[in-house]
C-alpha cells in the first residue's frame, strides 16, 4: 500500500482509496490525473476488491490505453492480460463480435473506416439519383454520424423527417444503413450505437455486463458525447462503482459531438457522487498558471477550481507585437532561434492549419527542423497541390501529372474514358495532353466532348497570357475567383470545407507575400521557390525538431516553450464563435489548454494587419487583454506606420513597397479600441471622405454604413472598400 499512494498530495490519495460509489475527479491541468488512474487500478487490485476482468477502464485513444497498462503492470510488477483497458470504440467492438447475433450480425462483421464510409455514401446517392451537389456525400456522412451520436436511427429520423432535403436525407440514412447490413459491416458509429442499442433493447445482456464490470474508470469524461455517456450510465446501474476524471475546462470537442454537461451535471446524473479537486499543478509554471485561470474564469459554463504550484511565479508571459502577418512568423522563428530551448521542447501552436504556411517557409528558411503534427505538411493539402498544379500548367503546358489533376477540378464532367482518349492520342502525335487539346478541330475523336473541354483550354490560355503581364498575386486571386474553388469546398461540405477555404486564403497570402518581397515577382520563380520549401529530404531524420499542431492536435502534450501565433480577434476566437456565448467559451477553453501546455515560458503573437483576400485592420484577442497586465511582458516590433493599401497593389515598384503613415493617421495600441468604429473618419477611393454611422461583424464579414460627403449613406464590406483611416 505504502508504495502506491507514496507521493501522492492529499487530493490524489483521496481519489485513489474512494472506491465504492460514483466519484468525479475535477483533475486541473498537470495535476497528474493518470497517476490518480493507474494507482487506483493497483489499489482495487491489491486490497481484492475486484478481479481484473472486472474492472473496465475506458479512454479515448490506443495510445493513452497502451500508457495506463504499462503503469499499472508496472506499479503491480507484472502484465494482467484480462484487464479492461481500451478505448470505447475497441470495447464496444469486442462486445458487439460476442453479441453479434443478438442484432443480426455475423461475429466476423467488417468495420468500415472513413474512405469506406464516403464510398458507400456516394453510392448511394448514385443509386437513389441524387446530385452530389445538392446533397454533398461529406455533409450527408456528417449528418448520419451525428444521428448515431445522438442514438437516433435511421427509422426514428424517417418518421420525424420533413421537407425536401430532410425526406432525401433520410432516404439516403436508410439506404446507407440497408447497404451496411448486406455488406456484412458497420461504420465507426456503429460500434458505440448498435452497444448501447443492443444494451438498451434486451435486459439479460445488459445485466451481464453490469454484473461483470464492478469498478468502471473513464479518462478525459469532458469529451464524452451522448452515445459514450448512455453506454457508461447503463454499465454503471446497480453497482454506481463510476470514477471518472476531467477537466471541464478542457473541454475543446464540442464541435464533434462532445457534450460539456455530462462532467457538470454528473451528481445529477449520478446521485450520492463524491467530488474531488485536484488542483496543484506540476508542469507549468505560476505566472502561467495565473494568466490561464484568469482567462478561463471569465466562463460561466465551469464547476471552478484554482491551480497551483509550489515551482514559483516563473518567466512572465510575452506579449509579441508586429505590424503585419508578412513579419510574423519571421520574429517568432527568430525568437525560437536565439532562445536557449532544445528544438524538441518547443511547439508552435495555432487555430487552424492553414496557419502553419509561413510557419513552415520561415523555419526552412532558416535551416531549423521542424514537424508538423495533426495535419499534413501544407504544401500536400490537397487543395493547395490542386491550386499548385494550375499554375504549373499554366508556366509549363507539357506537365502532364498536372494536367491530370485540375483538369476535371472543379468538375466539369469529363469522364475517365474521355482522360485515358487524351492520353492515347497525346503519345500518338508525340506532344502533351494540354497541347492536343489546343487542336480539338483536328481531332474528330474528341468532338462529342469538345464543349466539356473548350471551356477548360479557354481558362488556361487566358491566365498563361496574363502570367508575364499581370503581377502575379492578382493573377492568382482572379484565377481562384473564376474557378469557385471558394464555393466549391464549402459545397463539399460547410464544416471541413471551411478550413480547407482557410487553406486556400493561406496559400494566395504566400503569394502575395512573394510578391511584396520581389521587385519583379515572376509565378516561374515562385513555383521554383516553393519547389525547394517542399523537399524534405534535405533534412536529417532528427528528434529534436520543432514542432508545429493546432492546440487540438497539442491535448496531453507538453514543451518547455509555447509559441501561440495569430493571437487577434476572428482568428482566435474565431469569427464564428464571437456571437454565439457557447462557442466562445469552448474557444475560451481551447486557449486555456494551449496555455497549459507549457512548462516555462508562453508567447503570444498577433499582427496589426492580416491577410484574407485584402489586407484588414487586425484588433489583439480579447483573450489577451483577460490576462493580468502585471505577468505580462510586451515586445513591441512594429515600425509605427502602416502600409498604404488604398489600391488593391500599387503599380509594379522597382524595389519592394514601404510602409507609408497617410497623414493624421492614428496607430493601435493593444489596449485600446480598433481605429475602425462609429465616429472615424475615413477616405474611400471612390466616394471620397466620410463618417462612419454603423459597425456590424468582424474581419472579412465586417459591414459599415457611412456618411459620405456629398453622396450621402453608404452602406459597404469593408473587406472590399480599401478604406484609409483619416481620424
Not at 38 to 48: G, P, Q
Not at 361 to 366: C, D, I, T, Y
Not at 413 to 428: R, V, W
Request: one cysteine or more.
Amino acid at each position: 500500500m505504502s508504495r502506491l499512494t507514496e507521493s501522492l498530495n492529499e487530493g490524489q490519495l483521496e481519489a485513489v482509496l474512494t472506491t465504492e460509489g460514483p466519484l468525479l475527479v475535477i483533475a486541473g491541468a498537470g495535476s497528474g490525473k493518470t497517476r490518480v488512474l493507474t494507482r487506483r487500478v493497483a489499489h482495487i487490485l491489491t486490497e481484492r476488491l475486484a478481479e481484473p476482468y472486472q474492472i473496465l477502464a475506458v479512454t479515448f485513444t490506443n495510445k493513452a490505453a497502451g500508457e495506463m497498462t504499462e503503469r499499472i503492470a508496472s506499479l503491480l510488477g507484472s502484465g494482467i492480460s484480462d484487464l479492461n483497458v481500451a478505448t470505447f470504440h475497441s470495447f464496444c467492438a469486442r462486445l458487439l463480435r460476442r453479441e453479434a447475433e443478438h442484432i443480426g450480425y455475423t461475429s466476423d462483421f467488417t468495420i468500415y473506416d472513413a474512405d469506406d464510409s464516403r464510398t458507400l455514401v456516394k453510392n448511394c446517392l448514385k443509386q437513389l439519383g441524387f446530385s452530389d451537389t445538392q446533397f454533398p456525400h461529406r455533409a450527408q456522412l456528417r449528418k448520419i454520424s451525428d444521428f448515431k451520436n445522438q442514438l437516433i436511427s435511421s427509422e426514428a429520423f424517417a418518421k420525424q423527417a420533413s421537407g425536401y432535403f430532410e425526406t432525401r436525407s433520410a432516404q439516403i440514412y436508410s439506404l446507407y444503413e440497408k447497404r451496411l447490413r448486406e455488406c456484412r459491416a458497420m461504420d465507426f458509429d456503429d460500434l458505440l450505437f448498435q452497444t448501447v442499442t443492443l444494451l438498451k433493447s434486451n435486459e439479460g445482456i445488459a445485466k451481464k455486463y453490469q454484473q461483470r464490470f464492478h469498478y468502471i474508470l473513464v479518462d478525459e469524461y469532458q469529451d464524452t458525447n451522448h452515445v459514450q455517456y448512455m453506454l457508461l450510465k447503463i454499465l454503471a446501474q446497480g453497482h454506481g462503482n463510476i470514477c471518472v476524471v476531467g477537466d471541464e475546462d478542457q473541454s475543446i470537442y464540442g464541435w464533434r459531438g462532445a457534450d460539456i454537461r455530462n462532467i457538470l451535471d454528473f451528481e445529477k446524473d449520478f446521485p450520492g457522487a463524491k467530488i474531488i479537486k485536484l488542483e496543484q499543478n506540476y508542469r507549468s509554471s505560476g505566472n502561467i498558471l495565473k494568466a490561464a485561470s484568469a482567462v478561463i474564469s471569465n466562463n460561466e459554463m465551469r464547476k471552478g477550481k484554482t491551480l497551483f504550484t509550489s515551482d514559483g511565479d516563473g518567466e512572465k508571459i510575452r506579449v509579441l507585437m508586429v505590424d503585419h502577418s508578412l513579419d510574423e512568423a519571421k520574429r517568432v522563428i527568430e525568437t525560437i532561434s536565439n532562445a536557449n530551448v532544445p528544438y524538441n521542447n518547443v511547439a508552435i501552436l495555432y487555430r487552424t492549419n492553414a496557419q502553419s504556411r509561413p510557419l513552415e517557409e520561415q523555419l526552412r528558411r532558416g535551416g531549423l527542423p521542424y514537424q508538423v503534427f495533426g495535419a499534413v505538411s501544407f504544401y500536400s493539402r490537397k487543395e493547395v497541390k490542386d491550386l499548385l498544379a494550375y499554375l504549373r500548367l499554366l508556366v509549363n503546358p507539357k506537365d502532364d501529372v498536372s494536367f491530370g489533376r485540375v483538369v476535371n477540378y472543379p468538375k466539369r464532367g469529363i469522364g475517365l474514358k474521355t482522360l485515358e482518349q487524351i492520353g492515347i492520342l497525346a503519345e500518338q502525335r508525340g506532344c502533351s495532353r494540354y497541347e492536343l487539346l489546343l487542336q480539338l478541330d483536328s481531332h474528330p475523336e474528341l468532338s462529342g466532348k469538345a464543349k466539356k473541354l473548350q471551356p477548360f483550354v479557354e481558362l488556361i490560355q487566358k491566365y498563361h497570357a496574363r502570367v508575364d503581364d499581370h503581377a502575379v498575386d492578382i493573377v492568382i486571386q482572379d484565377l481562384v475567383e473564376e474557378l469557385g474553388l471558394i464555393q466549391e469546398l464549402l459545397n463539399e461540405d460547410p464544416i471541413s470545407g471551411q478550413t480547407r477555404v482557410e487553406n486556400i486564403e493561406a496559400f494566395v497570402e504566400g503569394i502575395v507575400d512573394y510578391s511584396r518581397s520581389h521587385p519583379e515577382p515572376r509565378l516561374a520563380e515562385y513555383l521554383q521557390e516553393i519547389s525547394l520549401f517542399t523537399d524534405l529530404d534535405r533534412y536529417k531524420d532528427d528528434d529534436e525538431k520543432v514542432s508545429l499542431m493546432t492546440i487540438h492536435a497539442a491535448k496531453g502534450l507538453e514543451f518547455d516553450a509555447v509559441y501561440l501565433v495569430g493571437m487577434e480577434e476572428g482568428r482566435f476566437p474565431l469569427q464564428r464563435a464571437i456571437a454565439e456565448p457557447v462557442e466562445l467559451e469552448e474557444e475560451r477553453r481551447l486557449f486555456y489548454v494551449g496555455m497549459t501546455r507549457a512548462r516555462r515560458t508562453v508567447h503570444l503573437s498577433f499582427a496589426s494587419v492580416r491577410f484574407q483576400y485584402g489586407d484588414v485592420e487586425s484588433i489583439p484577442s480579447r483573450f489577451i487583454r483577460e490576462i493580468p497586465k502585471e505577468i505580462i511582458e510586451k515586445r513591441d516590433l512594429r515600425q509605427k506606420t502602416k502600409y498604404d493599401y488604398s489600391t488593391s497593389r500599387p503599380s509594379r515598384p522597382s524595389a519592394p513597397v514601404a510602409p507609408v503613415r497617410p497623414s493624421g493617421e492614428s496607430y493601435v495600441e493593444y489596449e485600446e479600441e480598433e481605429l475602425i468604429r462609429p465616429g472615424s473618419v475615413v477616405a474611400h477611393p471612390t466616394f471620397g471622405r466620410g463618417s462612419i454611422l454603423k459597425v456590424d461583424g468582424f474581419g472579412e464579414s465586417l459591414r459599415l454604413e457611412i456618411m459620405f460627403t456629398g453622396v450621402g449613406v453608404k452602406k459597404v464590406l469593408a473587406k472590399y472598400a480599401r478604406l484609409k483611416v483619416i481620424g
